[in-house]
DNA sequence: CCAAAAGTGTTAGGGATACACCCATGG
DNA sequence: CCATGGGTGTATCCCTAACACTTTTGG
């Protein structure tokens, strides 16, 4: 079987299957971090010149937190990772520009007229955030192109994906929890400069050096490990990690 | 037409109605504020004893946060009022204990078996803001009971329903914001006292009298009013009024 | 020894907290 | 004139911001 032969036999699937939930759909943003830059990663469409945010139905039997994993899971084999639902997006224009449609239609696939996949349909937005070192293997069952993103050089976005970024974004920065994003964008070792340019990323404003560093380690999350030797001319900054929930010991119960 | 009668009616047109978008519903957690309590609005079934969050489904051609309001209206009769998404509910078991079944039982209304109010549904959760005083007129075309309940004595509910007002609550304290709470929730003229009063029903915890004026009024968001006379042998209080966004002046561009 | 970057110290200011005091009101 | 509750003043603490200084590293 040829490559565009089983993608077309993948979406035909799809559209034919009985179990999902109808006219609901689930989009995930997947943000990482890289050489100091907040990236999104992408899927683009076969055959067209779109780009847009990893989604999947809901089964009928299926919860849909659950299903946001499974979605996640299918479209870039990450699992185990921090995903958290930020909004659910209803506007009935919000599909109008059907994607899927044309994807049918460049495959020729038949989808009887009053099929939910033409009409209107909700989305709830997921946010993840993942190691960027981690995520070097993608499926390629749908063959669509996986990358990565400057959240700053965002391609052109099917449906209404961009606001879905935009959205995103703003609840992270809004709802920032050090430690969570922290120890879900970062590998497991890393320096407290690189600690600090992702949250500038986050922040999109600079943080002063000295400050930053008393603030993070005020807190009582870091472990310090041993010092991380360039090859450049000057002091070799130290590494930290993320302690695990158990390990943290908040000074006011230390007596 | 007899009042049974008419509710029958009305629920049978309800269940028959093609418009709706299918295993998705609207639920609207409405907080009211009266006599230093925290209030939520409820609705009690007909010959249920289950008490219920007001709720509703999405026309095919309506806008979510569109149908939220409507939902709203229609439940309430309330209109310009503060609402805000906060989560969307879609735990496959939510829905098990299905009490629309058990009403359309009651009724004698047959509906098919493969219909979708016997299967599970995914509900967005909107909260409301809403001035007590002001809602004193209520519909009664499904012949609920409606009623105000202190947060702190919640009769049984239904499905998911005291998930969804806890979640509610929590997101009202996490993104607290002084000016949406207090001129969404208090009446247009308002003592100081009644203020905080609100302040220390949402966060739970007392707040000290001197230092939440000075808080208060540090924001520039209050415009001070003429006295009000209890009749009490003690210094007259203040009333306040919020400002509008157009009125308040911020300290940092007066120069 | 020097430049570059990391780590630590030190001071000033703003906001929150806790306490105290004065003022208006009606009996 | 007194009890009651409202309004304002003030000292303290803590966190942060801003700046300065010391230490480490490889050339």
Redesign the pocket.
Known sequence: MTENAKNKQNLKELVETKDFVEHLSIDCVIFGFHKDKLKVLLLKYHDLDLWCVPGGFIFNDENLNDAAARTLYERTHLSNVYLEQFYTFGDVRRTENNVHQKLLENKNIAVEENHWIHQRYISVGYFALVDYTLTYTFPDSFNEVCRWFDISELPELAFDHKEMIEKGLLHLRKNIDYQVMGSNLLPDKF???ELQHLYEAILGEP?????????I??LNILE?LE?H??????????LYRFLDNSEIKNLDFDK
């Open positions: 320096t407290m400069k943080l002063r050096r000295n400050n930053f560093q008393r603030k380690l005020s310090r010092k030797f360039t090859g450049s001319a000057n002091k070799a900054p130290y």
